[in-house]
């Protein structure tokens, strides 16, 4: 499963839940200026609450950071 999560999330088979914050996490990485409401309303829909929500977005927040901070320091990793 998680071999097909790599190559492509949007056809590893996914439940509604994980396949809708995978979703949110990709549009708020590579389009963040992009989010509207209706995204947060797709992911109360699926049973996540503010709480999950904000967190989803801190956790995706956090990673793009790093990355960008280690790219900009030349950072090599193994």
């Not at 389009?31 to 699926?46: A, Y």
């Not at 956790?59 to 960008?68: D, G, H, L, P, Q």
Request: hydrophobic content about 45%; overall charge negative; glycine content about 6%.
């Amino acid at each position: 499963m998680l071999a097909r999560i790599e190559v492509d999330f949007r056809n590893a088979g996914l439940d509604a839940r994980r396949q809708a914050m995978l979703e949110y996490a990709a549009k708020l990485t590579l389009r963040p200026s992009e989010i509207v409401q209706e995204d947060l309303r797709e992911l109360r829909g699926v049973g996540f609450s503010d709480q999950d929500i904000l967190a989803i977005a801190e956790v995706t927040s956090y990673y793009a950071y790093v990355n960008r901070i280690a790219d900009g320091l030349g950072v090599s990793l193994e």
